[in-house]
C-alpha cells in the first residue's frame, strides 16, 4: 500500500514541478547582429538596439545609394532537460485533484488500478514514517534540479530596418518595423509540506480499523490522503493540490523612428541619438488545475484561438556611440518609459492555495523594464578585419517570464571581393534565466545574403532523442553597403 502512495506522489510531484516551460523573445537575433550582437563594424547594418548606431552605419553607404537597409526572419528554439513533459501533464492529471472540489475532478487514484487490499498491520510504523521522509527528501532534490531544467523556448520573428543616406534636421535618419510572437507553458506547484508526527498518527489510526468500522480518511500531511474502507477490504491513495497550468502568448509588433546626430572631435565622433517607438503587444493566457487537465497538447490549440488583450504604448529608446579610426563604443538605454501591458486570462478562478495565487496574480501584468547595454568594437586598417563585444548591463524578463541579460564576443572578416563570402564568428552566453551558451556562424554571400546559425555545445534528451540545448537561425538580405 504505502509504495504505491510514494510512487503516485513523486509522480505527481516531478511531473507537476517539471511543467516549466517558458518563451521568449531575446534568445534570436536577426541578421548578422545574431552573430555580431549589437557593436558597430562598419561590415553590416548594426543592430538597431542603439539609435546612435544610424549615423555610423550611414558613413559605410555609397554616396550612389539612397538608403541602406536588412530584412531577416530568424527563430530560436532552447530545451532543458526535460522527458516526456506533456505526457507528465496527461498522467498527473489521472488522480490530481483541487484542495475544495468536494469531487473527483479529475483524481483521487489512478482509474486503471484495481483496488487493492488492506495490508496486514504492520508494528513498525516509525520505519514507514522514516521511509517517508527519505522519499520526500529525495523528490525535494529532484524538484530542485527540474526547476532549472524544466524549461522549453522558442522565438519567432521578422525585422525590417532601414538607413536613409540623407540628412535631415541636422542627422541621420532610420526606420525600424518588427513582429515576434511567442508561447509558452509555466507550473505552478503547491509546495509538498509532509509532517512526520502527523503523519505517524494518522498511520496508527488508520491500521486500528476494523471490519465494521466506517470508511475513513486520513490526512497524512502534504496533500496526502488514505480513504480505507475495512468492510470492502480497499484503500485508495489521494493527493489534494493546486498546482495550475498557466499557458501563455504574446504578439508584439514595433514601429520605430530612428534620430542619430554626429559630433566631430578631432579624428573621433561622437553620435547621440534617440529612438521613440510605438509597441502594440497582444498577451493572452489560459489557466487550468493540473487536475482538470485531460489533453495537455491540445491546451495549445486553445491559446492559439483565445482573444489577445491588445495594448499599444509609446516608447523610447537612447544611445551615444563613440567612433576612432580603429575603436567603437557605445552604451545605449532601451524602453526608458518602462511601458505596461496586461494578459487576458481565461479559466483564473477558484484557486485556493495562498502561495499558487499570489503566483498567478504575478501573470497578470508586464512591465517592460528598462535595460542598459555596453558594446564596443576594434576595426583593422584595411576594414576587413572587425572584432566586437558587447554585454547586457542588467537583467530583464519579457513578457513570457524569461530573465535575459545577454554577452557576446565575435569576429568578423569581409573581403574585398563580390565571390567570397563574408565570415563572423561568435560566442553568446546568456548571464541570466536558464544560462543559455550559444557558439555562432554566419556568412553574406555576394555582399547581400546573410544565413547565420547558433549552436549549444550543450545536448538534452527529449522523448529518447538527443538534441541541441538550444539553437538559432536568421536568414535575410541586406542592400546599400
Not at 8 to 33: C, D, E, H, K, Y
Amino acid at each position: 500500500m504505502m509504495q504505491g502512495i510514494k510512487w503516485r506522489l513523486a509522480t505527481a510531484l516531478v511531473a507537476a514541478a517539471s511543467i516549466n516551460a517558458q518563451a521568449g523573445n531575446g534568445f534570436a537575433g536577426t541578421g548578422p547582429a545574431a552573430t555580431m550582437g549589437s557593436a558597430v563594424t562598419g561590415h553590416y547594418l548594426s543592430d538597431a538596439i542603439n539609435p546612435a548606431n544610424v549615423g555610423f552605419d550611414r558613413q559605410q553607404i555609397s554616396s550612389t545609394s539612397f538608403s541602406a537597409g536588412r530584412l531577416h526572419l530568424s527563430g530560436g528554439l532552447e530545451y532543458g532537460n526535460v522527458q516526456e513533459l506533456f505526457d507528465g501533464y496527461d498522467e498527473l492529471s489521472a488522480w490530481l485533484k483541487d484542495n475544495d472540489s468536494g469531487g473527483n475532478n479529475g483524481g483521487g487514484g489512478n482509474p486503471d488500478q484495481p483496488p487493492k487490499p488492506i495490508d496486514p498491520i504492520d508494528p513498525d510504523l516509525e520505519r514507514i514514517i522514516e521511509e517517508f521522509k527519505a522519499e520526500a527528501t529525495r523528490i525535494g532534490a529532484i524538484l530542485a534540479v527540474i526547476a532549472t531544467e524544466g524549461y522549453a523556448n522558442t522565438d519567432l520573428g521578422t525585422d525590417l530596418a532601414l538607413v536613409f543616406n540623407r540628412e535631415w534636421l541636422g542627422g541621420t535618419w532610420g526606420l525600424d518595423v518588427s513582429y515576434a510572437g511567442s508561447a509558452s507553458a509555466v507550473g505552478f506547484v503547491e509546495d509538498l509540506d509532509f509532517n512526520a508526527e502527523q503523519a505517524l498518527t494518522e498511520l496508527q489510526a488508520a491500521y486500528n480499523l476494523q471490519p465494521g468500522d466506517p470508511a475513513t480518511s486520513f490526512d497524512l500531511s502534504g496533500g496526502i490522503i488514505l480513504h480505507i474502507d475495512p468492510n470492502a477490504g480497499t484503500v485508495r491513495g489521494e493527493f489534494n493540490n493546486d498546482s495550475l497550468l498557466a499557458i501563455r502568448a504574446a504578439r508584439e509588433t514595433t514601429v520605430a523612428l530612428n534620430y542619430s546626430r554626429a559630433f566631430a572631435l578631432g579624428d573621433q565622433q561622437w553620435f547621440v541619438g534617440v529612438r521613440p517607438k510605438y509597441v502594440n503587444m497582444g498577451l493572452s493566457g489560459l489557466i487550468t488545475r493540473i487536475g482538470d487537465i485531460t489533453d495537455s497538447e491540445s491546451l495549445f490549440d486553445d491559446i492559439r484561438d483565445a482573444d489577445f488583450n491588445n495594448t499599444g504604448n509609446l516608447s523610447l529608446d537612447a544611445g551615444v556611440l563613440w567612433a576612432s579610426d580603429h575603436y567603437t563604443a557605445g552604451l545605449a538605454v532601451t524602453d526608458i518609459f518602462e511601458p505596461t501591458y496586461d494578459f487576458n486570462f481565461v479559466g483564473s478562478t477558484g484557486f485556493n492555495n495562498p502561495v499558487v495565487v499570489a503566483a498567478f496574480e504575478r501573470l497578470q501584468t508586464f512591465k517592460q523594464a528598462r535595460r542598459w547595454r555596453l558594446d564596443s568594437s576594434y576595426i583593422s586598417d584595411n576594414k576587413q578585419w572587425a572584432a566586437s563585444v558587447s554585454v547586457d548591463a542588467n537583467a530583464v524578463r519579457d513578457a513570457l517570464g524569461e530573465n535575459h541579460q545577454w554577452a557576446n564576443v565575435s569576429g568578423s572578416w569581409k573581403p574585398d571581393s563580390f565571390w567570397i563570402p563574408s565570415v563572423r564568428l561568435g560566442y553568446s552566453a546568456n548571464l541570466a534565466g536558464t544560462h543559455t551558451k550559444l557558439y555562432k556562424l554566419g556568412l553574406t554571400f555576394f555582399n547581400h545574403l546573410d544565413l547565420d546559425l547558433g549552436l549549444s555545445q550543450d545536448t538534452v534528451r527529449i522523448n529518447g532523442d538527443t538534441l541541441p540545448r538550444g539553437l538559432n537561425v536568421s536568414l535575410g538580405f541586406s542592400y546599400g553597403f
